[in-house]
């Protein structure tokens, strides 16, 4: 059984910074493409970034370039998602998911998913 499971979520304040992570099991983690992505209430789900299954390739919505990271341990089957310089924007639930291949930013190719993790951001 495939399990993702998000955690780091949180209350903070705008320009704060916040730290998800994704622990995976059930598949060979270093198969896979992982991907965060956000839905805020009321919005569709948007993507926020993508790293490939070496780390050697990622890939980021505009609105989080420069500002959020993400980044991947292979041998810990986690993935984490660095966030700085946070804005009111920024509030939603926050997913992991795994694909196989390269998908980027298309949330259909994605064939696994967690729960998700809050992130608050207050101004």
């Known amino acids: 059984q495939v399990q993702l499971v998000e955690s780091g979520g949180g209350l903070v304040q705008s320009g704060d910074s916040l730290r998800l992570s994704c622990v995976v099991s059930?598949?060979?983690?270093?198969?896979?493409?992982m991907g965060w992505f956000r839905q805020a209430p009321g919005k569709e789900r948007e993507f926020v970034a993508a790293l490939n299954w070496s780390g050697g390739m990622s890939y980021y919505a505009n609105s989080v370039q420069g500002r959020f990271a993400i980044s991947r341990d292979n041998a810990k089957n986690t993935v984490y998602l660095q966030m700085s310089s946070l804005k009111s924007e920024d509030t939603a639930v926050y997913h992991c998911a795994a694909a196989y291949g390269w998908p980027g930013s298309d949330s259909e190719y994605y064939d696994y998913w967690g729960q998700g993790t809050q992130v608050t951001v207050s101004s």
């Open positions: 059930g598949l060979t983690f270093s198969d896979y493409t």
